[in-house]
């Protein structure tokens, strides 16, 4: 069976200072920071540049530099002669993925990706939260688990043995000393803004799914896999649909990569910054996965053969 490669673009939490600079060159990227300091009214370039971890972490900031990057990594990969048998993105990765595979332009892609974080900047503001990685436990056992406790759900089933959970900051806490006492190897609490991909952003869902309706969809191109449904789709309709989900939903990232390598041999190439998705794939059988930042774009043709 034939090996297809996969373009894979994580989502907030892979961003660090100065990674514009390690993308390849691509002319539009200018011209796009520009009209994401515009529409986001903050000094992009400055922060990303500053080395201020906390601030480049902030929710409004993250999210449009890092769709930038996600659609610049994915660009220069195609510039290479590298196609995508079909896309996926992580959280906000997936809106790179959308802009990839054709559903929008990147300009309209950017102009969602600025209103999508200002809502959930809001929905957080208004609804306080975090979320903590547990590691070591079965992603059963974690949901039963919590499942006692009010105010904290599943948000990623990121890989056999990573999950993470979100909610309300005393749940989340409660959460993780019952999870701990239940087997877990560690509770990891993460740097985050807010109780992403939880019922605490309803507001921001409700609000960007509007949006989503006014918004000019197209085919894709390439079949792209979403997080609240790790199926592939082409269909705009769909992809929409899927897409007004996303906010609330947990992050089906186990049964994306799992799903990949059930339909054939997979080489999952990692478009953005850094290689937390590549660390994430290496247990699964079928997949092979590489980060185009760390290995470089020729080490990635020669994966390919």
Partial sequence: MA?????????????????????PE??????????AEALSGLPLRTIEQSGDAARLAETRVAQPLLFLADWAWGTALIDAGITPDAVAG???GEMAALALAGVFSVEAGLELVVERSRLMHDAASRNPGTMAAVLGLDSADIASVISTID????????SVGQVVI???????????????????????????AGPFHSPLMETAARSFAEVLRQAD???????????????TATDAA?????????ITSPVRWTETVHNFALESPTLMVEAGPGA????????????????????GIETVLVEMG
């Avoid at 969809?217 to 199926?231: E, G, K, L, M, S």
């Avoid at 769909?238 to 996303?246: G, H, P, Y």
């Fill in 90 to 92: 992580h959280s906000l």
């Fill in 238 to 246: 769909v992809i929409r649909e899927r897409l007004m989900s996303q």
């Fill in 3 to 23: 090996r297809r490669t996969v373009f894979v673009f994580p989502g907030q939490g892979s961003q660090r200072s100065g990674m514009l600079a390690a993308v």
């Fill in 217 to 231: 969809f197209r085919d894709a191109v390439i079949p792209v896999a979403q997080n609240c449904d790790p199926t």
């Fill in 166 to 192: 979100t909610g309300e900051h005393q749940s989340v806490a409660d959460a993780s000393v019952l999870l701990t006492s239940a087997g877990a190897r560690r509770v990891v609490p993460l740097d985050v």
């Fill in 276 to 295: 937390v998705l590549t660390g994430l794939a290496k247990r699964v059988e079928g997949v092979r996965a590489i980060a185009a930042e760390v290995a």
């Fill in 151 to 158: 105010g904290v759900w599943v948000a990623n089933d990121n």
């Fill in 26 to 35: 691509t002319e539009s990227l200018p011209r796009l920071l520009d009209a």
